[in-house]
Nanobody, 126 residues
Framework: QVQLVESGGGLVQAGGSLRLSCAASGRTFDSYTVGWFRQAPGKERDVVAAINWRLGRTVYADSVKGRFTISINNAKNTVYLQMNSLKPEDTAVYYC???????????????????WGQGTQVTVSS
């Protein structure tokens, strides 16, 4: 069993930055695929970015390319999402999720992930 805990959300003005953290306990992340998702009120949960350290792969949603960066610190068993140039449309609850199989297909499908954090609110004011 893996427990995921997100942190780092908050209120920021448009153009600002935040760094989200996803800390894992119970297992290490190095063989997992880890994704960041977000869900705005009344909308579906969409993938923002995903990473697999062992495969050396990352992927981003088109809407965040060039602004967000996903990374992993294996020593701390933590995945980060650095978010720069934030826009009001980035406002959502952000979740991290882990795929224990470490697969790299359909990384955008929430159903691929076995473990989820509780979410952290990100609000970007205009």
């Amino acid at each position: 069993q893996v427990q995921l805990v997100e942190s780092g959300g908050g209120l920021v003005q448009a153009g600002g930055s935040l760094r989200l953290s996803c800390a894992a306990s119970g297992r290490t992340f190095d063989s997992y695929t880890v994704g960041w998702f977000r869900q705005a009120p009344g909308k579906e949960r969409d993938v923002v970015a995903a990473i697999n350290w062992r495969l050396g792969r990352t992927v981003y949603a088109d809407s965040v390319k060039g602004r967000f960066t996903i990374s992993i610190n294996n020593a701390k068993n933590t995945v980060y999402l650095q978010m720069n140039s934030l826009k009001p449309e980035d406002t959502a609850v952000y979740y991290c999720a882990a795929d224990a199989r470490g697969s790299w297909y359909n990384t955008g499908l929430p159903s691929r992930y076995d473990f989820w954090g509780q979410g952290t609110q990100v609000t970007v004011s205009s």
